[in-house]
């Protein structure tokens, strides 16, 4: 087996995401069980709150970093044919983020830091939360940096060639990550972790905020990098054909990057300290955000077309049949793209500078994300395991049947748990409650919705044990995998000369930059111009 | 000549680049349009206040908190949010009436949502917000705190009541 491959890292890290993923989900089923109102005996909000917020932290900070980290190493190492640039520093990298996970884990799971993923000062955790958070970020900066010297020693060696699409993209994320979570570094570092340990009396919950919302929108896209990433080059090869453009690709992960994260109000659009001007410049970003996706949808269902028509499907619509459905990299991408399709809608709305009044901060909000997040990126970390798994361990995936029938009931699963969230959103359902001692009226109205989602938890639960399940019997499986090569979608047009700029960063991450300054900068100064007071902890 | 000509070959994608940048300004566009002629932004105000010392400060000292009617025919209704309520806990307002709502937080982070209105705000310690609204039906509503605010949170909401014009608004 070639060494460069790095599948060992790759696999360590992949593991800790679904490990944490795992424990995510269990407490998701305990959350809508409590939540519903229906099991009166386990109903408390200190363990419902302390569920809540490791759950949030296990599925958006541990599992998605992970694996974006894990889905790295192996893109970079087989896309590139190059070694990882510097070997025990990513180890070293990886040990530091699992180091912070555990930190973070331990007031977590005991009630100290009971205030949400999102950290919501002026309530107070335990300090050890946040610099377990601190210590799982300075990690996955490490992978940044390893990621962005693997493409310039490769672009080095290779004068006038054109970085792989998966390496391009990966690099992409790698930066956009790197200049986002500056900003929830800088909460943390100079305003929580100095707080709670008492050294400085108060904080500006207004600048807390404002920094946090550097990092929220972008961070989505973090997440849902390596989702495009497997559909713009591992999707077309197993669907059997080729990438309609690779090119668009490029625009599509630039536009990411730049995009993503000066458009951080929409998380502010009802908070009072922020100007509605800025408000709305962040809007008409972020409808320029949605742009990148629409490309997405295009190329990638072209290239599915190409494939679906190579294999002899026929008519407007009878290449859709003629696709290889029994492979989970074509399910997981076809039933990703419907739930990217509903959400999408949901999303604009959110994205609306008025509209959004309607739904802010109701059950609508937890439907949307867990519709797009739970559904269109975990289902293609679902495909991305499933499709490495074999060449990383050299084995066969334990079974193939197995793994479509876990994609089709997490599909289900979140459906049933995410369209009864919309209705309860629109029906004035607040999110982040642990019960509903409302007026009756509401509350009967309610109800249904609130005993479907119970159903949807259990079904994603059994999809998630499903999924532990293959990977580990893949480990175990007696029958070698015999190819072990990991193949990358071919462009449908060869590339001749890839231009400066789509082969490269420097101009994209200073745009960035001016971009940021531009959308940022009096936002964050104005704290430090007027005279603001700041507030003091309060426990939960 | 297409400036999408030297990076993207198909004369189909180029197409679609094009009605998607379209889509996107268009729909940004109407919601700017509608946000401008209309005048309907989010709640925005720039306002800082000690949220330690409310009681201090004219504006938000208990007696001064309630529904007042101003000359103009317009109402103002100022109210403090705390763990684990809205104060003062019941509020009438007049139907069809402008109203703005003041309110601010005496300690953490709150929220507050009148389903199937469109008044919602984040309260947010060291500021002041500030919604201007109108409703216009008649009936009892729940004033619901929509953002974790500790472990009692869940119970934190209070009463609006929309009255008919001639019986003006008070609180309670």
């Given amino acids: 087996m070639n060494d460069d491959k790095a599948a060992g890292l790759a696999l360590a890290s992949m593991w800790v995401g679904f490990i944490a993923f795992l424990a995510a989900v269990v407490l998701g089923v305990y959350q809508v069980a409590e939540r519903s109102g229906t099991f009166p005996a386990i109903e408390s909000p200190e363990l419902y709150f302390a569920s809540v917020s490791t759950h949030g932290v296990l599925m958006a900070f541990v599992l998605t970093t992970f694996l974006v980290m894990g889905f790295g190493y192996y893109t970079a190492t087989t896309s590139l044919g190059q070694k990882v640039w510097n070997k025990p520093l990513a180890w070293f990298g990886f040990w530091l983020s699992v180091a912070g996970v555990l930190t973070a884990a331990v007031p977590l799971l005991t009630g100290h830091a009971s205030v949400l993923y999102t950290f919501y000062p002026p309530l107070k955790a335990h300090p050890a939360f946040y610099i377990g958070a601190t210590l799982l970020v300075v990690g996955s900066w ?52 100095p707080w709670s340990l008492g050294l400085i009396e108060t904080v500006d919950v207004g600048l807390a905020r404002t920094l946090f919302s550097w990092t929220l929108h972008a961070i989505v896209y973090f997440w849902l990098f390596p989702a495009y990433i497997a559909m713009y080059t591992l999707l077309p090869k197993a669907a059997g054909g080729r990438l309609f453009s690779d090119q668009m690709g490029r625009v599509a992960f630039i536009m990411l990057l730049v995009f993503s994260v000066p458009i951080g109000f929409h998380h502010l659009y009802m ?114 395991a499933y499709h490495l798994w074999p060449k990383m361990t050299g084995r066969q995936l334990q079974s193939n049947g197995m793994a479509l029938t876990q994609l089709w009931l997490w599909f289900i699963g979140i459906l049933v748990l995410t369209l009864p969230w919309h209705q309860l959103g629109l029906d004035g359902q607040p999110r982040r409650i642990s019960s509903t001692p409302y007026d009756a009226s509401l509350v009967e109205m309610w109800q249904p919705n609130e005993v479907a989602m119970i159903v949807g938890g259990v079904i994603l639960l059994i999809s998630a044990l499903m999924l532990i399940l293959v990977l580990v019997k893949t480990h175990g499986n007696a029958q070698a995998e015999s190819n072990l090569e990991l193949e990358y979608a071919e462009p449908l047009h060869s590339i001749l000369r890839m231009p400066r700029l789509m082969n490269g960063f420097g101009f994209w991450t200073l745009l960035v930059v001016v971009y940021m300054i531009a959308s940022y900068g009096y936002p964050i100064a104005q704290f430090f111009l007027m005279e603001t007071h700041g507030t003091v902890p309060w426990s939960i | ?39 309907i932004h989010p709640p925005s105000n720039v306002e800082t206040i000690d949220s330690s010392r409310l009681h201090l400060t004219e504006e938000f000292a208990e007696d001064n908190l309630g529904v007042k009617a101003n000359p103009d025919g317009t109402v103002t209704v100022t109210m403090v949010a705390a763990r684990y309520g809205f104060y003062p806990p019941r509020i009438e307002v007049p139907v069809d009436t402008p109203v703005t709502l003041r309110i601010a937080s005496a300690d953490v982070l709150h929220g507050v949502h009148v389903p199937n209105t469109n008044m919602a705000t984040m309260i947010v310690p060291g500021y002041i917000s500030e919604v201007n609204t109108t409703f216009p039906e008649t009936g009892e509503f729940s004033l619901l705190c929509n953002e974790y605010c500790g472990l009692g949170h869940d119970s934190m909401w209070s009463r609006l009541v929309v009255v008919p014009k001639n019986e003006g608004g008070q609180s309670s």
């Fill in chain 1, 142 to 193: 490490i992978w940044c940096l390893e990621m962005i010297m693997m493409m310039a020693v490769w672009k080095r060696a290779h004068p006038g060639e054109t970085v792989p699409l998966a390496m391009y993209g990966t690099v992409a994320n790698a930066i956009m990550w790197v200049i986002t979570s500056l900003g929830v570094a800088s909460e943390v570092l100079f305003q929580l972790i």
């Fill in chain 1, 271 to 384: 908070d009072p300290f922020q100007a509605a001007g800025w408000k709305f410049l962040h809007m008409t970003g972020t409808f320029m955000v949605a742009v990148p996706t629409l490309i997405t949808g295009f190329t990638i269902i072209a290239s599915l077309e190409i494939a679906g028509r190579l294999r002899g499907g026929k008519g407007l619509f009878g290449w859709i049949g003629a696709l290889p459905w029994s492979n989970p990299m074509v399910t997981a991408a076809g039933l990703g793209f419907l739930m990217l399709a509903v959400g999408g809608f949901g999303g604009m709305i959110n994205a609306s500078y008025a509209m959004n009044a309607m739904v802010h901060n109701t059950q609508w909000v937890t439907g949307h994300f867990h519709l797009i997040f739970g559904g269109t990126v975990v289902i293609m970390y679902f495909a991305i």
């Fill in chain 2, 1 to 39: 000549m297409d400036p999408l000509k030297h990076i993207c070959e198909d004369p189909l994608e180029r197409k679609w680049v094009w009605i998607s940048l379209f889509l996107a300004i268009v729909m940004g566009g109407m919601l700017g349009y509608y946000a401008i002629a209309s005048n």
